[in-house]
């Protein structure tokens, strides 16, 4: 987030989530605070995708592993797509490691853009991860002999934007040259890897699992031989427990469950199944550790823990998100004490402790520790006081490790990517200054300058390549929309989260507020604002409404009721019941509309009358009307947030009345926006990258070569340059010139 804004928009978090699997077959634990070893699930026949229709079905296991396959089958056609940056913003790091072979080599896992390697102390960073597996990351480790293991799928679920899960554990012994897969596909999400020091063959994994659906391969898991098999150690206590840590020292092991699901309007961040767990017989049995630690209950939300020896420390938070204690133990765990109340640790969760639950102790000084979050929190007394560094470096912290060659020095990932301090952490914060992945929610483009492109970034706002050395932000947040005006290149629009824009006639140098001047009862994490093709002047913004303004921004008026079916089941984050995309026509009379919750609308008479076209289908990622034919219409879908990992496109030439699934032979996945380019051709960004039809859909060929294996939020059409600009989330933006 734009430190800027922080203190508008402390809410400021991403992400949140593919999908994987039914629920496992495996027993639940016994009832008792002792947790007795259950083998993880076998991995299950592959299953083949006979139809993609609207969920209902069950939805088979390696849903991302699936769609990956699919799309890499699909015969391409294009050029290469070409990164055009950002380089100097960075972004989301949710894991690092040391090369314990190689002074100065660091690893650093992107929550959605694979994985990175610095050899020259964390100041510049080279992808050392296939292009053509999932980029969706969650923990890095090596082991002693060098090997190297990364583990799959982001473990920090999102508050309005979404993560995603991963494909399992892989292993490299070159240092990331290449890589063998070593099973466990159906975790959704790895949180940690532990090597033992004393025999680099023996393995831990905290397995998170899938956000949105249930069982799979949950919980602890142990192999020793170097991940050939895997044995799982510690179950939770339902389909949504997943493990967050797990640590060894000397003969214990220590873990954390957490219960956490998400659906569509409701996020469940906490449970009974949440609790530190520890072992003194490598994973046989377990106890549940209390002592001073909060019981288990319904209200139990993230723990993060770190132990050194005798002394333990853990941040708890509550299942809806804030602080609820810093605890300390000298005794292993077998006692806690409740450190003294703190504003700064309180205010440094916010009100979405889930997305950090990190402690670091120094492996110096066990009295000298970091908290991850929003701003990053440092003890030197074993947590009696506390001081917060929000200022000299990024917010929103998930990353940190000691380089035991040079004492001292500490990396830090965050939100804006990663920092390097050579005093203990303490201060002395150096960025990083090439680090390819930030991860986008938008672009904008103007047919008149080539050069200009802007986007909105997660949690490094709103970014632009002119007004400054390189990309620089000019509005803070988590940057959503962004628009500039077709006929003027300094009108631009930028947006953060849930609907807060502004307006500029300077390129972004200076910025008025204009959200307040619109209707809303509730407004989605991305908000929608679209100028009318007919007229630059005329815009529309969607919240539960539609407002429609006739003088570039400065004033607002509604012209529809409530287009949603109202708002959804979460009493905290009541942003659900939202438009989520707007699509007027050439003829400046009719706009179709689309919602968070599945519907279609459309009116003829700029709002007089609204006629639904379509519901019950998944979130409406995108409408899109020809911009020669306005009864020619597209609306793209994303089930993720219902567990379902379908791509869903449909077409309709009668203005709505008909609708005809033209999702063919797209790969597994959801589509995001669709473009309708010269000649009838139709383009389509997915989470498994960019699709081309030149049948109207139905068909559809890979488009470019050179683009990861990245979600591609936002595509824009310069038809004049006969240009493509994708946003992806995760590796920054890329072009493609078509024909």
Excluded at 295 to 304: F, K, L, M, S, T
Excluded at 552 to 578: E, H, K, R
Aim: with cysteine; glycine share 14%.
């Amino acid at each position: 987030m734009g430190r800027g804004l922080l203190s508008l928009v402390l809410a400021s978090i991403t992400g949140a989530a593919l999908l994987a699997a039914p629920a496992s077959a495996a027993p639940p634990p016994p009832p008792t605070d002792v947790y007795r070893p259950v083998r993880g699930p076998a991995a299950p026949a592959e299953y083949r995708y006979l139809q993609k229709t609207l969920p209902g079905e069950s939805i088979p296991r390696h849903a991302h592993d699936l769609a990956a396959a699919e799309a890499r089958e699909l015969p391409t056609v294009g050029g290469r797509w070409k990164s055009v940056g950002p380089t100097n913003i960075g972004g989301r790091i949710v894991s690092l490691a040391l090369d314990p072979k190689r002074a100065d080599t660091l690893y650093a896992a992107a929550a959605s853009g694979g994985l990175w390697r610095s050899i020259d102390a964390g100041q510049t960073f080279h992808s050392v991860w296939p292009d053509s597996w999932t980029q969706a990351m969650g923990a890095v480790a090596t082991a002693p002999d060098g090997t190297l293991y990364v583990g799959t799928g982001e473990p920090n679920p999102g508050g309005g934007s979404i993560t995603y899960e991963g494909t399992g554990l892989y292993r490299s012994k070159d240092g990331g040259r290449s890589w063998q897969p070593l099973g466990l596909r159906d975790s959704g999400a790895i949180s940690a890897i532990t090597v033992d020091p004393a025999n680099p063959r023996r393995l831990y994994v905290a397995a998170a699992g899938s956000l949105y659906n249930g069982g799979g391969d949950r919980g602890v898991y142990r192999s020793e031989d170097g991940g050939a098999t895997w044995e799982r150690i510690l179950a939770g206590a339902n389909e949504f427990t997943g493990a967050t840590e797990i640590v060894k020292d000397g003969n214990r092991l220590y873990a954390v469950l957490w219960d956490h699901r998400r659906r569509p309007d409701l996020r469940t961040y906490g449970g009974v199944g949440s609790g530190v767990f520890r072992s003194d017989d490598d994973g046989a049995t377990w106890e549940r550790l209390g002592g001073g630690l909060p019981a288990a209950g319904p209200d139990v939300g993230r723990i993060g823990l770190a132990v050194a020896g005798d002394k333990a420390y853990a941040i708890v938070n509550k299942a809806s998100g804030p602080f609820e204690g810093f605890y300390a133990s000298s005794d292993g765990g077998d006692s806690w004490n409740r450190t003294p109340a703190n504003a700064d640790l309180t205010a440094s969760q916010s009100s979405f402790g889930w997305w950090f639950g990190k402690v670091w102790i120094d492996p110096r000084n066990s009295e000298h520790a970091h908290v991850a979050g929003v701003a990053l929190l440092t003890t030197k007394d074993g947590g009696d006081t506390w001081t917060a560094d929000a200022t000299s470096i990024h917010v929103d912290h998930h990353a940190m490790v000691w380089d035991p060659r040079r004492p001292g020095r500490v990396y830090l990932g965050n939100d804006g990517g990663v920092y390097r301090s050579d005093s203990d952490g303490d201060g002395g914060w150096v960025k990083a200054r090439h680090e390819p992945y930030t991860q986008l929610y938008s672009a904008a483009i103007s047919p008149k300058d080539v050069t200009r492109i802007s986007g909105g970034a997660q949690d490094n706002g709103s970014l632009r390549s002119w007004g400054g050395d390189g990309f620089n932000e000019y509005l803070g947040g988590d940057g959503e929309e962004n628009v500039i005006d077709p006929t003027d290149v300094n009108k631009v629009i930028a947006c953060y989260q849930y609907g807060n824009c502004f307006r500029s006639t300077d390129g972004g140098d200076t910025l008025t507020y204009f959200a307040d001047a619109t209707t809303f009862k509730r407004r989605n994490w991305f908000t929608p604002v679209v100028h009318d093709p007919s007229d630059p002047k005329v815009l529309y913004y969607g919240s539960e409404v539609l407002n429609r303004s006739t003088d570039g921004g400065v004033t607002w008026q509604p012209i529809s009721p409530d287009l949603t079916g109202g708002p959804g089941a979460d009493p905290i984050y009541t942003n659900f019941g939202t438009i989520t995309s707007v699509a007027p026509a050439s003829d400046g009379r009719t706009v179709y509309v689309g919602t968070d919750d599945g519907r279609v609308w459309v009116t003829k008479d700029l709002g007089a009358t609204w006629t639904k076209l379509a519901e019950g289908r998944p979130w409406v990622t995108r409408v899109v009307v020809d911009p020669k034919n306005p009864d020619r219409v597209f609306t793209t879908h994303s089930g993720y947030r219902s567990g379902s990992p379908l791509p869903h496109v449909y077409g309709s030439t009668d203005g709505g009345a008909h609708w005809r699934n033209l999702s063919g032979n797209l790969p597994s996945a959801p589509a995001n926006d669709l473009v309708v380019a010269r000649g009838g051709a139709l383009y389509i960004g997915t989470d498994q990258g960019v699709f081309a039809s030149f049948k109207g859909g139905g068909h559809w060929l890979r488009l470019g070569r050179g683009m990861p294996a990245v979600p591609v939020d936002d595509i824009e059409y310069d038809a004049g340059h006969q240009r493509l600009v994708a946003a992806t989330f995760g590796r920054g933006f890329y072009e493609l010139k078509v024909s």
